[in-house]
């Protein structure tokens, strides 16, 4: 028998057992089976992603077949066949894509430095501001029929609306994130010595990047947005054209192929912003 002096020396193992085996054993105790791993975050998104999309197909499907005045998925999938099959759907997607990118780009490339500049001097701020937040009240829309009086009726003027959409949706988030950056950051680097140029590099950036990448994703959506009414009005090719054409001929097929390849496309593009969101701002901690 052991006595009590010798049971503290040798722990909870000469006091039970039992709850030795029962750790040792992965299930938690003799004869339970091993427990299951639980699921990772990202699988589960992606999980609750593809119920979703199927959900959707299935709600659409359903209204479909219960006399509401569209066409069915497999219709909408022939549809995009024979389409593709004619080089039109190719053609649309190629022109749209291209107009788009070429102004999203543009667009952002100009508002980042712009917001940064706005952001950290006051002289830029108060020159540059008033006309940007009172364009910023204009729908780029409605500077369409002036600008194609003005530019033509090219490629110039879709892709100049699409640009302002970009730039003064990604100039206010890039201004308001430097804004944002915290002073304690800023004061500690400078008592640490560092110059401005160093502080901008490495404080003012940093913490403005997440800013800039969610006006990046939002002029992203109002640049498609644009791009489609752009191509309502003097164009020969596009996702846009190609749907407007359709509604002449009551084409719904023709109608939703354009929706959903809008759709495909800017969740494709969106999600590439968001991989470049994690790779350029693992430090920020994500619920």
């Known amino acids: 028998m052991t006595n009590p002096a010798e049971k503290r020396r040798l722990g909870p193992t000469a006091a039970g057992g039992s709850a030795t085996v029962a ?13 299951k791993k639980k699921m990772t975050k990202r699988a589960k998104l992606l999980t609750l992603n593809v119920i979703s999309v199927v959900g959707g197909i299935g709600i659409w499907w359903t209204l479909s077949l219960a006399g509401f005045q569209f066409p069915t998925p497999p219709e909408v999938i022939e549809k995009a066949v024979q389409l593709w099959k004619s080089g039109l759907l190719q ?27 706005m952001g950290w001097y006051t002289i830029a701020r108060g020159l540059f501001e008033p006309w940007i937040q009172f364009f910023r009240t204009i729908p780029p829309l409605a500077l369409l029929p002036l600008v194609l009086v003005l530019l033509g009726i090219g490629e110039v003027p879709k892709i100049f609306v699409i640009f302002l959409a970009a730039f003064l949706v990604c100039v206010i988030s890039t201004y308001q994130g430097v804004v944002s950056v915290d002073r304690t950051l800023i004061n ?12 901008f590099v490495r404080v003012v950036v940093p913490a403005s990047t997440p800013f800039i990448l969610v006006g990046m994703r939002t002029g992203l959506g109002s640049s498609w947005a644009t791009l489609v009414a752009a191509e309502l009005l003097a164009a020969q090719a596009g996702l846009g054209y190609r749907m ?44």
């Open 188 to 199: 500690a680097a400078k008592v640490l010595g560092a110059k401005d140029g160093t502080i």
């Open 244 to 287: 407007q054409q359709a509604q002449l001929y009551y084409d719904l097929a023709t109608i939703f192929v354009g929706i959903v390849a809008i759709g495909i496309l800017g969740l494709v593009m969106d999600r590439l912003l968001l991989f470049a969101e994690s790779k350029l701002t693992g430090w920020q901690e994500r619920i």
């Open 23 to 35: 750790m040792a054993v992965p299930g938690g105790a003799p004869g339970e089976p091993p427990r």
């Open 91 to 117: 053609k649309d997607l190629l022109a749209s894509l291209g107009r788009v990118l070429t102004g999203f780009l543009l667009g952002s490339a100009l508002a980042i430095p712009v917001g940064f500049v």
